[in-house]
């Protein structure tokens, strides 16, 4: 019975964080390091080249959680050239800070030309898409006021 409590909790915290992310979650990392903390620290450079190096860069996306606590997540976000992420919206405010490559975001009939160094925010529930242009990472940023900001 303890096993079926532990699949259960595991399957609803999965779903949970899916919907927050919009991200599949059935890529797991092996002995992936703390996403909560009292400090974090990341050479982004290497996170990069790791995400060119896993099997899911092949179809073309990778992403990993950085940071995760209930009030904040920062994921590493790879696309190839090509690669477009639909329209979609977050329940948080986001911030979206590219790392290398070209990205074009739509957002409020809005098109934003986003190289290294641009950084764009949107506020919740604004509908937005993304389109790399060549080769892409960026960091994801995703905010939502309100959540007591503990480490799940």
Known sequence: MRWLAIFLCK???????SKDTGHDLS?????SPPTAGPFLEYDLTKEVHELHEEPSWKNGQNTKTLVKYDNLRVL?????????ISEHKTEGRISVQIISGHLRMTASGRTFDLRPGSLLALDSGILHDVE???DSAFLLTIAWP???GSAR
């Open 132 to 134: 790399a242009l060549e």
């Open 27 to 31: 890529h797991r990392r092996p002995h």
């Open 146 to 148: 309100g959540r007591d």
């Open 11 to 17: 399957t609803v915290t999965e779903d949970i964080m």
């Open 76 to 84: 590493l976000t790879a696309l190839k050239a090509k690669v477009r």
